[in-house]
């Protein structure tokens, strides 16, 4: 299962997920400590910010679902 995962927070959810064979495509996150936190465990998986800036079209097609809370 691939996934972008939107208001990720420290992504808690990948960490489980990881042992089932999902993939995270991205993330979209903003606050600076779970965002360093996604880059040290997660450094080929990209950040892609501020969900209401995404440009999405890249993204039609190339995952399963999308996964978020917000607030996280």
């Known amino acids: 299962m691939r996934y972008i995962s939107i208001f990720s927070g420290i992504e ?3 960490v ?3 042992s ?3 993939e995270p495509v991205a993330f979209a996150e903003i606050e600076p400590f779970p ?3 996604l880059k040290q465990r997660f450094p080929g998986v990209p ?6 800036k995404i440009d ?3 993204y039609r097609g190339a995952v399963d679902i999308i996964v978020g809370g917000s607030p996280c």
């Open 12 to 14: 808690a959810a990948s």
């Open 16 to 18: 489980a997920w990881e």
């Open 20 to 22: 089932l064979g999902w």
């Open 35 to 37: 965002c360093e936190l």
């Open 47 to 52: 950040n892609l910010g501020d969900v209401t």
């Open 56 to 58: 999405w079209s890249e």
